[in-house]
């Protein structure tokens, strides 16, 4: 059984203005539809296939394939980690070296510039506002 269906757009907005039972009627076509074109993917239907699905497999593929790499890449990072570690360094401060190093010089400098400045404000505030503010 096919059924088509053609409603220009503007019907469809008249459509969504009008009262109550029009809209059911609505429900109920779209409805009849969905389980139509259901019954459509279950068969397969040729008109419903994709006419690349090489390169999608291709995509598909590399995705994985790159989501893997970088599992393996995170898990040589935490050997990495713990190895340093097992030496005796403080892994906190080799990330946050990380992380700096990451960073522009002219950032780095401004947030070093920023946290000597509130460090002083703090240092020349009086105790008891201070102690208000915590």
Same mark, same amino acid.
């Given at each position: 059984? +096919? ?15 009008? !009262? ?24 397969? =239907?040729?008109? *419903?296939?994709? !006419?690349? !699905?090489? %390169? ?11 989501? +893997?790499?970088?599992?393996? *890449? ?8 713990? %190895? =340093? ?8 401060? *080799? ?11 002219? %950032? ?5 510039? *920023? ?15 201070? =102690?208000?503010? =915590?």
């Amino acid at each position: 059984m +096919t059924v088509w269906v053609r409603a220009p757009k503007q019907c469809m907005v008249q459509a969504m203005n009008k !009262p109550p039972r029009c809209r059911l009627l609505k429900t109920l076509v779209i409805s009849f539809l969905c389980s139509n074109f259901h019954d459509l993917i279950q068969q397969q =239907a040729p008109c *419903l296939t994709s !006419p690349f !699905p090489a %390169e999608i497999r291709s995509f598909v593929e590399r995705i994985v394939n790159r989501d +893997t790499e970088m599992q393996e *890449l995170s898990e040589q990072k935490k050997e990495v980690f713990s %190895e =340093a570690k097992g030496e005796g360094f403080d892994v906190k401060i *080799l990330k946050k070296i990380s992380k700096l190093r990451k960073q522009e010089q002219d %950032e780095r400098d401004e947030r070093e510039n *920023l946290l000597d400045l509130y460090m002083r404000a703090m240092e020349t505030a009086p105790p008891d506002k201070a =102690a208000k503010a =915590a």
